[in-house]
C-alpha cells in the first residue's frame, strides 16, 4: 500500500492526477490534494512519517511554493516528488537538491509515473528489509505495522488509567510495550496531540475531582497520594492549574 498527497493550485491537474493513479492498480490511495504547500504542510506537521509513502507537488504556487514545501520537509522520511512545465527545469533540479528523489514534466507521462511509483515501492521494501535485518525496530514500525503503534497508544493509555497512583516510569512502559522511551513519547504526541505527562496529569485530576466529591471527608494529602503525588503542596497548586481552583474551592462548588 501507497500513500499519496498531491499538491497543485490547478484543480482540473490535481483531479486528472488522482484519476491516473487509481487505474493503475497498485494499492495507492491518495490521502490529500491540496492547492498550495501551505494547507499540504499543515496536514503534513499532523501526520507520521508511516502514514504518508510520497509527496507529488507543483512548483510555482501561491502562498507556499513547492520548493518551500520540499524543503520545509527536508527531514521526513516519505519521497517527495515534483512535475513542472519544461521551462520550469531549474526550479526542478534545485527541487532534487532539496532533496527530491525525481521530476516529472506536463504534462505527466503515464509509464513515467508507473516508473516512478514503482522505484519508490522498491525503495521503500529496501528500507523495510534492512530494519528487519537490523532489528531497526523504529523503522519497521513507521513502514509497515500501523497496527502496532495503535495498539502501543491503547496499551499506554490503559496502562496509566491503572497506575495512575504509582510512581511515572517512562523508561519500565516502554520496556513493556517494546518501543524507546523517545520513539513511544513521539507516537503519543503525533496521535493524541498532547504529551503522556499531560495525559497523566488530567487523568489524576479527573481522579482527584472524582475523590472531592465522593469522599468529601478526605483529607487533602490523603487525596494527593491516591492519585500519586507525594507532595499535597505540588497537588494543590497543580490542581489549581487545571481547573481553576484549589481543591478545597472545588469541593465548596460542586459538592
Do not use: W
Not at 491516473?20 to 499532523?46: P, Q, W
Not at 509527496?55 to 515534483?82: C, H, N, Q, W, Y
Not at 491503547?154 to 495512575?164: A, F, N, R, V
Not at 487523568?203 to 471527608?217: F, T
Amino acid at each position: 500500500m501507497m500513500n499519496i498527497i498531491i499538491v497543485d493550485d490547478e484543480p482540473m491537474i490535481r483531479a486528472g492526477f488522482e484519476k491516473m493513479i487509481s487505474r493503475l492498480d497498485m494499492n495507492i490511495t491518495v490521502i490529500g490534494s491540496y492547492s498550495n504547500g501551505f494547507e499540504a504542510l499543515t496536514h503534513i506537521d499532523k501526520i507520521a512519517d508511516y502514514e504518508l509513502d510520497l509527496l507529488i507537488t507543483d512548483i510555482k504556487m501561491p502562498k507556499m511554493d513547492g520548493l518551500k514545501l520540499i524543503e520545509a520537509t527536508s527531514g521526513r522520511r516519505f519521497a517527495k516528488m515534483v512535475f513542472s512545465g519544461f521551462n520550469e527545469f531549474e526550479y526542478a533540479r534545485k527541487a532534487l537538491r532539496y532533496g527530491a528523489c525525481d521530476y516529472l514534466l506536463k504534462p505527466i507521462d503515464k509509464q513515467q509515473l508507473v516508473d516512478v511509483l514503482l522505484r519508490i515501492k522498491q525503495q521503500k521494501q529496501v528500507q523495510l528489509n534492512g530494519a528487519l535485518a537490523t532489528g531497526d525496530e523504529e523503522l519497521f514500525s513507521d513502514q509497515v505495522d500501523f497496527g502496532k503503534v495503535h495498539h502501543a497508544i491503547e496499551k499506554l493509555k490503559t496502562i496509566l488509567l491503572e497506575q495512575y497512583d504509582r510512581n511515572f516510569d517512562l523508561e519500565l512502559i516502554s520496556e513493556t510495550i517494546g518501543m524507546s522511551p523517545h520513539y513511544l513519547s513521539r507516537l503519543f504526541k503525533q496521535k493524541t496531540g498532547i504529551t503522556i505527562t499531560d495525559y497523566l496529569i488530567d487523568i489524576r485530576i479527573d481522579k482527584a475531582k472524582q475523590y472531592l466529591i465522593n469522599y468529601p471527608h478526605m483529607k487533602n494529602y490523603e487525596i494527593s497520594q491516591s492519585v500519586g503525588y507525594g507532595d499535597p503542596v505540588y497537588f494543590q497548586k497543580l490542581f489549581k492549574k487545571v481547573t481553576g481552583n484549589t481543591p478545597r474551592e472545588y469541593k465548596e462548588i460542586y459538592q
